[in-house]
């Protein structure tokens, strides 16, 4: 399945893609969340209730798209340099030596749409940089989770460009939470696509274009933790709740560490897939508060 939040005049409204070019209109449970929360039982009424044909349905071009979880539970949580190649090119651009994989977060404010405007405001960045990442949707609350359980725990796959801010975050000695959590810095989207549809998450493309042009290729197999290590890891100790989102990483190509280091710009825009699940396209405006 394939499983969206759109907006209507009724408010937001949950939905399921058909066809790629309609959406079907879900009239229970009334987000998505609550659809996380009923777990398999609510997957299968979904799904009986799609294959019925019952639903208003939509065509897709006429939705704004939101994302498929507006509001999760917790901020999301991010693996930084998941990557041997990434975490390489930011040890050079930093003069460092390289890191391993480490954890952070981004504050829940920061998410938005899979087609949303992101603002720039040149009086608190002028470093954003872009990360595409496979985002995993956590569907069944756990701590100290298995690696060989870790993936029954999961909802579904979304595309997520980590946006950064990277003066934010190598300055005040370090502010990974602050650099990446300005609002509207975590585009996530466009659709959730749950396990049934996406078996294997281990040779999976990624790719990020700045106004058309190629600036990150990579595929998940070169990733240094996988999926289900990622999860084992972060819930060591930890309670991960239903309906968290977890972004796992990105590959090489980011803005911060190429000669000379490329940053986002108003008018810009950035388009970044994830094979098998689908491509957010936003456009960087200027603005501020």
Known sequence: MRLLTFRSEDGARLGMLRDEQEVVELSEPPDMLSLIDS????????????????????????????????????????????????????????GKTVDPPTVFTKAVTSVAGPYDDV????????????????????????????????????????VVNDV??????????????????????????PWIVTPDELTDTRSLRLRLRVNGDSKQEGNTRDMIYPVDAVIEWVSKGMTLPAGTIIATGTPDGVGFAR?????????????AEVEGIGTLRNRFVSGGK
Do not use: M
């Not at 975050?169 to 975590?186: E, I, R």
């Not at 000669?259 to 388009?271: I, N, R, Y």
């Open 39 to 94: 777990g398999e039982e609510g997957l299968e009424l979904v799904n009986s209730a799609f294959s019925a044909g019952k639903g208003k349905v939509h065509k897709l071009g006429d939705l704004r798209v939101l994302a498929p979880l507006p509001n999760p539970r917790g901020n999301v949580i991010a693996i930084g340099r998941n990557y041997q190649a990434h975490a390489e090119e930011s040890a050079r651009a930093s």
């Open 119 to 158: 603002v720039i405001d040149d009086a608190v960045t002028t470093q954003v940089d872009w990360e595409v990442e496979l985002g995993v949707v956590i569907g069944r609350a756990g701590a100290n989770i298995a690696r060989e359980r870790a993936l029954d725990h999961v909802f579904g796959f979304v």
């Open 164 to 189: 950064s801010a990277r003066d934010i975050q190598f300055g005040w000695g370090g502010q990974y939470f602050k650099g990446k959590s300005l609002d509207g810095f975590c585009p996530i989207g």
């Open 259 to 271: 000669t000379p280091p490329e940053f986002l710009k108003p008018g810009d825009v950035v388009e």
